[in-house]
């Protein structure tokens, strides 16, 4: 019952590292999707994937950049970590005009 | 305008009270409608779908207005444990055309208090 697994669950980075935020889901689902959640923002769009090989940029793409070879994972990069990219990251699956399954989240600190 | 808005909360009120929520939305082409709950920023797990001739479920009951494109959650009954951020969700056609893109309002608080 794996569902969908992002990590790492914690990362604190220094300004200009980059890194990259894993997620993977078992449910064979077409569309997967990352987001992160600032307070009082609720969650925002970064990049969304509606299969393998075909991504596009979501409401706040910036500083970020997606693959997907696989149906099964899309890793969130982070080419130069910024403060401003201090969040909570959570990546989602499902099918289309259904319902999505959340990660546990990933809650990264740039310093 | 943001596409997903909900009204700013936070609610706090009595066990036994009615709380309703509201949403409105831009893209008049959504086809999908949620409502999530969120307990302290752990990942948002499905509430309910809202579907055009609405839907109950025990003590909720979720509408859909999409002439005036607005989506509604009322709870009858509060429980402590109903206290969490709500949050909806539309689903918009993206440029492949296709509907999977999942757009959440900024979410609402509701804290239950004995």
């Known amino acids: 019952n794996a569902g969908v697994t992002q990590t790492p669950k914690f990362q604190v980075l220094k300004t200009g590292q980059s890194m990259t935020l894993q997620c993977a889901q078992d449910?064979?689902?077409?569309?997967m999707s990352w987001y992160r959640q600032d307070p009082g923002m609720g969650l925002r769009l970064i990049h969304y994937?509606?299969?393998?090989?075909?991504?596009d940029q979501g409401e706040v793409p910036n500083g970020y950049n997606v693959s997907r070879s696989t149906t099964e994972d899309f890793p969130l990069r982070l080419l130069s970590a910024a403060p401003s990219q201090t969040s909570v990251y959570f990546c989602?699956?499902?099918?289309?005009?259904?319902?999505?399954?959340f990660g546990q989240g990933t809650r990264l600190t740039v310093v | 305008r943001k596409e997903v808005e909900q009204d700013p909360g936070p609610f706090n009120v009595p066990e036994g009270a009615t709380v309703a929520f509201n949403c409105t939305y831009s893209?008049?082409?959504?086809?999908?409608f949620f409502w999530y709950r969120q307990d302290c920023r752990k990942e948002p797990k499905l509430l309910m779908s809202?579907?055009?001739s609405g839907n109950e479920d025990g003590r909720f009951t979720a509408q859909l207005n999409r002439a005036s494109q607005y989506i509604s959650l009322l709870i009858r009954d509060s429980k402590l444990s109903d206290s969490a951020t709500y949050l909806c969700?539309?689903?918009?056609?993206?440029?492949?055309?296709?509907?999977?893109?999942?757009?959440f309002g900024q979410g609402t608080e509701l804290s239950v208090k004995p």
């Open positions: 989602a699956s499902s099918f289309r005009n259904t319902e999505a399954f």
């Open positions: 449910m064979n689902h077409e569309y």
């Open positions: 994937s509606v299969g393998a090989g075909i991504t």
């Open positions: 893209n008049s082409a959504s086809q999908s």
């Open positions: 809202v579907y055009s």
């Open positions: 969700v539309v689903n918009m056609y993206d440029k492949y055309n296709q509907g999977g893109k999942l757009i």
